[in-house]
Nanobody, 122 residues
Framework: QVQLVESGGGLVQPGGSLGLSCAAS????????MGWYRQAPGKQRELVAV???????TSADSVKGRFTISRDNAKNAVFLQMNSLKPEDTAVFYC????????????????WGQGTQVTVSS
């Protein structure tokens, strides 16, 4: 089994910054993509940003230029630096990891963190 533990959420004023961290542990051969998703009240969970094992990133248009995703492969961790936060960024943020089982089948399993609340309000 694999566990994802997120940290770094909280309350911040509009225009402020916040950083999220997510560390994976457990039975890990390798981690392919890692990413951040968010779910606002009454809305579906949506992609924020993802990063591949070789560092390629994809971000939602709504966060481009404000949020930066990065990862530390040695620590099985992914980070999200959020700047210029807006009230509409308020949501529960979830970490996701696509974990390979390794040989002989190299199956991919998806794991989610428990979520961390980010609230942007004055």
């Amino acid at each position: 089994q694999v566990q994802l533990v997120e940290s770094g959420g909280g309350l911040v004023q509009p225009g402020g910054s916040l950083g999220l961290s997510c560390a994976a542990s457990g039975s890990i051969f390798s981690i392919n993509a890692m990413g951040w998703y968010r779910q606002a009240p009454g809305k579906q969970r949506e992609l924020v940003a993802v990063i591949s094992s070789d560092g390629k990133t994809t971000s939602a248009d709504s966060v481009k230029g404000r949020f930066t995703i990065s990862r530390d492969n040695a620590k099985n961790a992914v980070f999200l630096q959020m700047n210029s936060l807006k009230p509409e960024d308020t949501a529960v943020f979830y970490c996701k990891a696509v974990v390979s089982t390794g040989p002989p089948y190299y199956h991919e399993n998806i794991y989610w963190g428990q979520g961390t609340q980010v609230t942007v309000s004055s």
